[in-house]
Structure formats: structure tokens, C-alpha cells
Nanobody, 124 residues
Framework: QVQLVESGGGLVQAGGSLKLSCAAS????????MGWFRQAPGKEREFVAA????????HYTDSVKGRFAISRDNAKSTMYLQMNSLKPEDTAVYYC?????????????????WGQGTQVTVSS
């Protein structure tokens, strides 16, 4: 079992920045590929970014490339999402997730554990 807790969400103006954190507890953090997803009101949950177990490989959805950066610190059992140049369309609940898969895991169905989510609101 892995428990995931997100933090760092909030209200920010367009063009601003936020850094989300995902703290993991339970089984060895480095044994899991990790990812960020988001869900806006009335929309399906969508993939945002993923990172491999050692943090060497990353992948982003096109809409956040060049603006968001995913990283992890296995010694601290924590994953991060640095979000810059935020836009109103980035408004959503952001979830972190852990997968027993290898490489970068893109599909939400391949993730085994989920956090409770943190709200990000970007005002125009």
C-alpha cells in the first residue's frame, strides 16, 4: 500500500506560478512510476505529466509542455509539479498517482494508488 497526499494548490492569477507536492508513505517510493492528473468541473480526468521510477524519463501532455515541470526526490518520497505561466484553463483538481509500471505511465487505468487531490484555481 502507498498513501499519497498532495499539497500546494491554491488561487493564483493568470501568468503566475504554483508548485505542487505529493508526499508518499508506505512501500518504497522508488518502486513506483508517478504521475499527475487533473480534473476540471464537468470534464473527465486527464493526464498532465509522468515520471519514471528513477526520475530519468518524463512526459507531458502537449498543453503544459514548456510551462510545467515534473520531478521527484526519492530520498524524500516526494514528487513535485512546478507550474509556471498558469492559464485559466489550468484550473482543476490535481491528483498525484503511483503505478507499479515501468518507464512513464500515461493511462490513468494503469495507476494503482491515488491521492485525494488539491485544487488549483487560476483567475483571469
Amino acid at each position: 500500500q502507498v498513501q499519497l497526499v498532495e499539497s500546494g494548490g491554491g488561487l493564483v492569477q493568470a501568468g503566475g506560478s504554483l508548485k505542487l507536492s505529493c508526499a508518499a508513505s508506505g512501500r518504497a517510493f522508488s518502486n513506483y512510476a508517478m504521475g499527475w492528473f487533473r480534473q476540471a468541473p464537468g470534464k473527465e480526468r486527464e493526464f498532465v505529466a509522468a515520471i519514471s521510477r528513477a526520475g530519468i524519463i518524463t512526459h507531458y501532455t502537449d498543453s503544459v509542455k514548456g510551462r510545467f515541470a515534473i520531478s521527484r526526490d526519492n530520498a524524500k518520497s516526494t514528487m513535485y509539479l512546478q507550474m509556471n505561466s498558469l492559464k485559466p484553463e489550468d484550473t482543476a483538481v490535481y491528483y498525484c498517482a503511483a503505478s507499479r509500471g515501468y518507464g512513464v505511465v500515461l493511462s490513468h487505468s494503469e495507476y494503482d494508488y491515488w491521492g485525494q487531490g488539491t485544487q488549483v484555481t487560476v483567475s483571469s
